[in-house]
C-alpha cells in the first residue's frame, strides 16, 4: 500500500482549482483582463480530459499500425508548428522541417526505444507515445528558434556559417540550461511521475538520464539537419 497511487476524485480535482481562482481574482482586480487566461485554463481542461480518453483508447488498442500513425500525426504536427516563427516562409521549409525532425527525432526514438529500453512488442504504447511526444516536441522548438534566429541572423550577417552557428546556438540553449538545472532547480516531468506512482528514485534518476539524453541528442540532430539543408531557402526576416 505505501507504492499505491493516490487516485484523485473529482471533488479533490476540484480543490486544486482554489489557487486558480484566486490567481483570476487578482488578474481581474488588477484590470489584466482574465479573459486570456480563462480561455488557456478551459482550453487546458478539455485538452487534457480528451487525451485522457485517447490514450486509454489507444493503450488499449495493442496494434503497431495505430501507433505509427498516432507518430505521423505527432510528427506532421510539429513540424508544421516549428515554422510558427517563421510563417512568411512555412510552406517553402515545411518539407525541411518534417525531414529534420523524422529524421533527428526518429532515430534518436528508434535508439532509445528499440536498443536501450528493448521494448516488447516493439511500438509498446505506454512507452512508445509518451517518447515520442518528448522527442519530437524538444526537436520542434530547437527546430523552430534556428529557425527564427537564421532568418534574423542572415538580415545582417553576410557569412552563412557565422549566421548558421548562431542559429544552432541560440537554438540549443533552453536544452542546455535544461541539462544544466535538472536535478537542482526542477525535478522533471518523468522522474517526478515515477517517484508519485512508487518507482525507486534511483530508477527514476536512470529513466529521466534517458530522457535528458533524447532530449538532448533529438533536438541538436534535428536542428543541425534543418540548419544544413536550409542554406538558400531561409529567406532574412522581414521585421
Known amino acids: 500500500m505505501e507504492n499505491a497511487v493516490i487516485t484523485l476524485t473529482l471533488p479533490q480535482l ?133 529557425a527564427e534566429r537564421l532568418s534574423s541572423e542572415l538580415v545582417h550577417e553576410t557569412d552563412w556559417g557565422k549566421a548558421r552557428l548562431t542559429a544552432y546556438q541560440a537554438a540549443m540553449i533552453p536544452v542546455i540550461n535544461s541539462l544544466f538545472a535538472v536535478g537542482l532547480v526542477s525535478l522533471p516531468g518523468m522522474m517526478t511521475g515515477q517517484i508519485l506512482s512508487g518507482v525507486s528514485p534511483l530508477v527514476a534518476a536512470r529513466y529521466q538520464i534517458m530522457v535528458m539524453c533524447m532530449i538532448f541528442a533529438s533536438a541538436g540532430i534535428s536542428t543541425a539537419i534543418f540548419l544544413v539543408l536550409a542554406r538558400g531557402r531561409v529567406q532574412p526576416s522581414s521585421a
Open 14 to 146: 476540484a480543490l486544486a482549482f482554489v489557487p486558480v481562482a484566486i490567481t483570476i481574482a487578482i488578474l481581474f482586480r488588477w484590470s489584466f483582463g482574465t479573459g486570456n487566461a480563462l480561455y488557456a485554463l478551459l482550453r487546458m481542461l478539455v485538452q487534457l480530459l480528451l487525451i485522457g480518453y485517447v490514450l486509454a483508447w489507444i493503450f488499449g488498442a495493442e496494434d503497431g499500425l495505430l501507433i505509427l500513425l498516432v507518430l505521423a500525426i505527432m510528427l506532421s504536427a510539429s513540424s508544421w508548428i516549428a515554422l510558427g516563427t517563421v510563417k512568411e516562409q512555412r510552406m517553402g521549409l515545411l518539407g525541411l522541417s518534417l525531414l529534420s525532425i523524422a529524421v533527428g527525432g526518429g532515430l534518436t526514438l528508434a535508439m532509445i526505444t528499440q536498443l536501450v529500453l528493448q521494448l516488447d512488442p516493439w511500438f509498446l504504447p505506454r512507452y512508445m507515445v509518451p517518447l515520442a511526444g518528448m522527442v519530437f516536441a524538444n526537436a520542434m522548438t530547437a527546430v523552430s528558434l534556428a
